[in-house]
């Protein structure tokens, strides 16, 4: 996932294009998803997690267009379902000396996210990589831009920039000039507790017209998006290496797998079925 580098060194930043969707500041408040309307769970996006091994019906161990962010590829042994968890587990290879990082990666099996309201509970693993949760169209074959982007980029422990360990990223990318025409914002979760601290609840409430952010159901941010978002998108879970954040070591890339582990206790999707529902394409 591509973001606007200089976000990445300001703790707690922002940085904007003109024409870009515009932006509510930081809503310092409790607001309950879903607020208006019926909603109902969408089965296909949604996961307990309760089993011994991915569901093949609803999910893909590996990204349908991507191998990783190098010097990290994803591999899929790297991706398990045990003890009531999703895991996305970072190791070290040492027999690949450019792509030495093998991380994970989760995908929806199909470009299904339409509009609707979208979260997962999940706790980073402590390492200087990212544990994301986000959202993606694969991008126009012929034009090879006309591509979207939701995140939640969260870094473990990040070795250049600790204060960005105690925050999430929340990043949108949109259009022809797609990476260099992001917002990016950050959300502190408090001055002792990072990311790889606890589990939180990360939510997307994608629209036409407004994409809401939510952590631990307390709306953080809302963007008028001005248009461009009408396309269905992947759901991905992942690590990548993050190297404008510092890279973790080959020893901590050894740690006990516990602590180089992304937890990933469920994601839930709904979608609106009362008369005010939206719907790409209609």
């Not at 930081?26 to 909603?39: A, C, H, V």
């Not at 990666?105 to 200087?128: F, P, Q, W």
């Not at 986000?134 to 422990?157: K, S």
């Not at 960005?164 to 001055?191: C, F, K, Q, R």
């Amino acid at each position: 996932m591509q973001f606007c580098l200089l976000c990445a060194a300001l703790a707690f930043g922002s940085c904007t294009k003109d024409d870009g969707p515009s932006s509510q500041s930081l809503i310092d408040s409790r607001t309950k998803p879903m607020q208006e309307g019926t909603w109902e769970m969408i089965p296909e996006l949604s996961d307990e997690f309760d089993g011994t091994s991915l569901n093949s019906d609803k999910w893909l161990d590996y990204h349908p267009y991507w191998a990783g962010r190098s010097p990290s590829k994803f591999v899929r042994e790297n991706v398990k379902v045990e003890d009531g968890y999703l895991k996305l587990v970072a190791s070290y290879d040492p027999d690949d000396y450019e792509l030495w990082i093998n991380s994970a990666c989760v995908s929806s099996k199909e470009e299904s996210c339409d509009y609707g309201y979208y979260e997962a509970r999940i706790k980073v693993h402590g390492l200087s990589l990212s544990g994301s949760f986000w959202f993606q169209n694969e991008a126009d074959p012929e034009t090879n831009y006309d591509q979207l982007e939701i995140d939640y980029e969260n870094v473990g422990d990040s070795k250049l920039y600790q204060q960005h360990s105690y925050a999430s990223m929340i990043t949108l990318h949109w259009g022809e000039n797609w990476g260099a025409n992001s917002y990016t914002v950050w959300d502190p979760y408090g001055e002792d507790r990072k990311c790889s601290d606890d589990f939180f609840i990360y939510g997307v409430e994608y629209g036409r017209d407004e994409i809401k952010m939510f952590i631990n159901n307390r709306l953080v941010k809302v963007y008028d998006t001005q248009g461009p978002f009408e396309h269905k998108m992947y759901m991905f879970f992942d690590i990548e290496a993050f190297d404008w954040e510092g890279l973790p070591t080959v020893d901590e890339l050894n740690w006990p797998e516990e602590k180089r582990t992304m937890y990933v206790d469920w994601v839930r999707s709904y979608r609106r079925v009362d008369a005010g529902a939206q719907t790409i394409g209609q």
